[in-house]
Nanobody
Framework: QVQLVESGGGLVQAGGSLRLSCAAS????????MGWYRQAPGKQREFVAS???????TYADSVKGRFTISRDNAKNTVYLEMNSLKPEDTAVYYC?????????WGQGTQVTVSS
């Protein structure tokens, strides 16, 4: 299992930017898939972006062109660069890792975008 700790959330105005970080408790070199999900109040958790060990990234349609996911294997960290933020991006953002067939989740970090 992998412990994940997110950071970087906060309050930002619409059109602004934030960078989220997800630090893993072990080397992510062998973790094939790491991703970001989000959950807004009263809504189900939804996929945002993921990146494989080879660097292939996948994005939800709602964030394509605005968000960029990346991974730094040397730092055991995955990032989510969020630009042109909208009020509808407001949510708790969670990091997820798939390792040895087990999904691990972080505790989440709050992102609030004001209009």
């Amino acid at each position: 299992q992998v412990q994940l700790v997110e950071s970087g959330g906060g309050l930002v105005q619409a059109g602004g930017s934030l960078r989220l970080s997800c630090a893993a408790s072990r080397s992510i070199f062998t973790i094939n898939n790491m991703g970001w999900y989000r959950q807004a109040p009263g809504k189900q958790r939804e996929f945002v972006a993921s990146v494989t060990s080879s660097g292939t990234a996948t994005y939800a349609d709602s964030v394509k062109g605005r968000f960029t996911i990346s991974r730094d294997n040397a730092k055991n960290t995955v990032y989510l660069e969020m630009n042109s933020l909208k009020p509808e991006d407001t949510a708790v953002y969670y990091c997820r890792a798939l390792y040895s067939g087990i999904f691990s989740w972080g505790q989440g970090t709050q992102v609030t975008v004001s209009s």
